[in-house]
């Protein structure tokens, strides 16, 4: 914890936490990030049109997809990471605050002088006893502390979203790796099924709406050990 002079929240250098920050090999896979250039199929396909659930087009969605969210992403990432003076700090993030219920009693670390940038602030970490986790080791936990929006059975390997869209298990996944599977000729509901561990097993989804005031980071649903990982370039659209 930092303590009250404004000289020692000056000192704290922004730094933009990523997952390569995290998992082991960060250099090789910093180096199979940027040598990815397979072309990965999207959730919304470019230049075509959303269609919801009964087939007819989402104009919302559809404009949505037309926009250039690569440049609009960048120019976020680099307005969140800029340092900002530790006297703006408190006037910034209480607007911020303010507009949007941040609960700041329920943070590590309440003061908002604390947090160097726009980033650091909307990842702040919260107390663990304000979020009880349930140990029985069976137990599956949220991932995250959002408004459930939708939750069930994948029906068809599709994946049910708000507003009445849906969309391919098989695309949400990216490009698929196995030997002997080729994704492109299966249908979705041929790639949900070998996605089963045992075939009398199902698959079930869960949608989690994250407002901007909530608490943004993510934690593991249950016990268990990464074995690999996977870059998506693409549009950055939101959920």
């Known amino acids: 914890m930092i303590g009250l002079d404004p000289l020692k929240f000056a000192e704290r250098d922004v730094k933009d936490t990523t997952l390569e920050d995290f998992i082991e090999g960060r250099t090789e896979y910093i180096e199979e990030r940027n040598k990815d250039t397979t072309s990965l199929l999207s959730i919304f ?5 959303v269609l919801t659930s009964d087939g007819t ?29 530790v006297f703006l700090r408190n006037p910034i993030y209480g607007a911020y605050g303010s507009a949007f219920g941040v609960k700041m009693e329920e ?13 650091s602030f909307f990842r702040r970490a919260i107390r663990p006893e304000v979020r009880p986790i349930d140990m029985n080791p069976k137990a599956v936990v949220s991932p995250a502390d959002g408004k459930v929006l939708h939750f069930g059975k994948c029906k068809n390997g599709l994946i049910e979203q708000v507003k009445g ?50 608490y943004h ?23």
């Open 45 to 49: 396909e470019p230049g075509r049109a």
């Open 57 to 85: 087009e989402h104009f919302g969605l559809t404009a949505y997809s037309k926009l250039p969210l690569r440049l609009l992403s960048k120019a976020f990432g680099i307005l969140g990471n800029t340092p900002v003076p």
């Open 165 to 214: 869209v849906d969309y391919s298990l098989k695309r949400f996944f990216g490009r698929w790796e196995e030997t002997g599977f080729t994704m492109q000729k299966t249908s979705d509901a041929q790639f949900a099924e070998r996605l089963k561990v045992h075939s009398e097993n199902e698959l079930y989804q869960i949608v989690i709406y994250l407002a901007p005031g909530d």
């Open 217 to 239: 980071r993510f934690h593991s649903p249950a016990d268990f050990t990464i074995t690999s990982r996977r870059h998506y370039p693409g549009g950055k659209k939101k959920f």
């Open 107 to 119: 943070a590590i670390e309440p003061d908002m002088r604390f947090y160097p940038s726009l980033n």
